[in-house]
């Protein structure tokens, strides 16, 4: 799917289309992933399109009627990784396209180590620390993920390692988490995952919130002195 410039047609206040990645946003070297577009049921032509030179260029069209359209990355890897966006066509005009959708490659250097001063177990309403470090890649960017949450990033602290602090915890964050590490110069690349760590949220708390999808990740650049609060799926940087 090489990139190529947008021809587009003028643009209708037609329902904004949603764009979304399964089964993640964040993929190994190599590995598949499908972009959906949907959009109405009146839409005959969906357009995917990629951010190069803060411009997007077509990547690939799908044309038939359909209210979502797929597109198929097969091999994941720095060229296809950055930020998407998609359109659909219908009575011979153009949506407003959706919001970004950000696809990261992740292995392309060795993995970072994550720990916790906190012990694997805590209780509802507790904060709990994690610390993402790489004792041979001077990364300056960590990102801390668990399957089916959230992604929160940070900037390198002065002993050369992310810092994260969640909470106060409820039951819903209990759950795997790994980290990795990148560079501000290439977001959409990252190492290989980090050891996986086990958060066990025990105790009365507030009910668990249901599963949220793997399909967005949200990347938020905060400075690691900044403890910051948790930030579910689904919400867009702006």
């Known amino acids: 799917m090489a990139p190529r410039d947008i021809t587009l047609f003028c643009l209708e206040n037609f329902p904004i289309p949603i764009i979304s990645a399964t089964p993640s946003s964040v993929i190994p070297w190599n590995g598949s992933v499908k972009i959906l577009c949907q959009g109405t049921l009146e839409s005959y032509l969906y357009q995917l399109e990629i951010l190069e030179n803060l411009t997007y260029k077509q990547v690939e069209k799908k044309l038939g ?109 209990s759950g795997v988490y790994r980290c990795y590490g990148w560079h501000s110069g290439h977001p959409y690349v990252w190492s290989a995952p980090s050891n ?26 905060a400075l690691a002195s900044c403890p910051g609060p948790w930030h579910q799926v689904g919400e867009q940087r702006h």
């Open 65 to 173: 009627f359909q209210e979502v359209a797929e597109f198929i990355i097969n091999h994941m890897d720095t060229n296809t990784a950055g930020r998407y966006q998609c359109r659909y066509g219908r009575e011979h005009r153009w949506s407003a396209p959706s919001e970004a959708l950000e696809l990261v490659v992740t292995g392309l250097y060795d993995k970072p180590f994550l720990s916790t001063d906190g012990g694997h177990v805590a209780t509802p309403g507790e904060n709990i620390s994690f610390q993402c470090s790489s004792a041979y890649i001077s990364f300056d960017r960590f990102s801390l993920s668990r399957p089916g949450g959230a992604t929160l990033s940070r900037h390198r602290d002065a002993r050369l390692q992310g810092d994260f602090t969640l909470g106060p915890v409820n039951l819903s964050f």
């Open 196 to 221: 996986a760590l086990e958060l066990v949220v025990t105790g009365k708390g507030n009910p668990p919130h249901p599963p949220l999808p793997e399909t967005s990740v949200l990347l938020l650049e």
